[in-house]
C-alpha cells in the first residue's frame, strides 16, 4: 500500500516533534550532503559559477531600480502608517516592473529588427543587455496621464535604438 502526503504535513509533523528528534536531525544531514555537493559543483563549474553570478547581478540591479525610485521622491516616503507605506512600497514595485517590460518590449522588438536584417553580432549585444536600464528613463518629472496620446512610436524608439548602437560600434572601434 502506497501512502502519499503533502510537504505541509510532513513540516507540521517535524514542527510538533522534539528538537532532537533524530527525523529532524537525518534532515538536516541530508540537506548538509546536498549543500556539499552544490558547493563542489559550484567549485568545479565555472557554468554554473557564471549562471549563478548572473542571477545575483539581476537581482542586484532590480533592487538598485526600486531603490533609484523609491529616491526619486527626495528619499522620503509619503504616509503615516505601515498600511501607507506598504502601499508606497507596492507603487514603487509596479513603477519598476512596467519600467523592465518596457524595456523588455524595446528590446525583443530591436532582436527582431536585427534578425531580419541578419546583423547576428547586434542581436548578440542586444542579448546582453539588461532590461533594468534606467538611464533613458526621466523619474524626477511631470506626468500627466489624462490625455490619450496613442500609442508609442516603436518605428521612432527602434531608429533611436539604431543610433545608440551605431555609436557604441564606433566606441568600441576607437
Known amino acids: 500500500m502506497k501512502k502519499e502526503t503533502t510537504q505541509s504535513v510532513i513540516v507540521k509533523k517535524l514542527s510538533s516533534n522534539a528538537r532532537k528528534c533524530k527525523t529532524k ?3 538536516w544531514e541530508y540537506n548538509n550532503i546536498l549543500l556539499s555537493i552544490y558547493l ?3 567549485i568545479d563549474d565555472a557554468k554554473l559559477r557564471r549562471y549563478v ?3 545575483l547581478n539581476r537581482g542586484k540591479a532590480y533592487h538598485q531600480l526600486r531603490r533609484i525610485i523609491g529616491e526619486s521622491n527626495g528619499s522620503s516616503f509619503r504616509g503615516n502608517g505601515d498600511l501607507e ?3 508606497w ?3 514603487s514595485r509596479l513603477l519598476a516592473n512596467a519600467i523592465i517590460f518596457y524595456n523588455a518590449q524595446l528590446l525583443s522588438q530591436f532582436v527582431e529588427l536585427k534578425e531580419a536584417e541578419g546583423e547576428w553580432a547586434a542581436v548578440a549585444f542586444i542579448r546582453q543587455l539588461s532590461p533594468v536600464a534606467l538611464q533613458h528613463i526621466i523619474l524626477k ?3 500627466e496621464f489624462c490625455e490619450d496620446k496613442g500609442a508609442i512610436d516603436m518605428k521612432k524608439m527602434m531608429e ?3 543610433e545608440a548602437l551605431k555609436k557604441h560600434k564606433k566606441s568600441k572601434v576607437n
Open 25 to 27: 536531525e537525518a534532515l
Open 40 to 42: 563542489l559543483r559550484y
Open 53 to 55: 553570478r548572473i542571477a
Open 85 to 87: 507605506a506598504e502601499i
Open 89 to 91: 512600497n507596492e507603487c
Open 141 to 143: 518629472g511631470r506626468y
Open 160 to 162: 533611436v535604438l539604431e
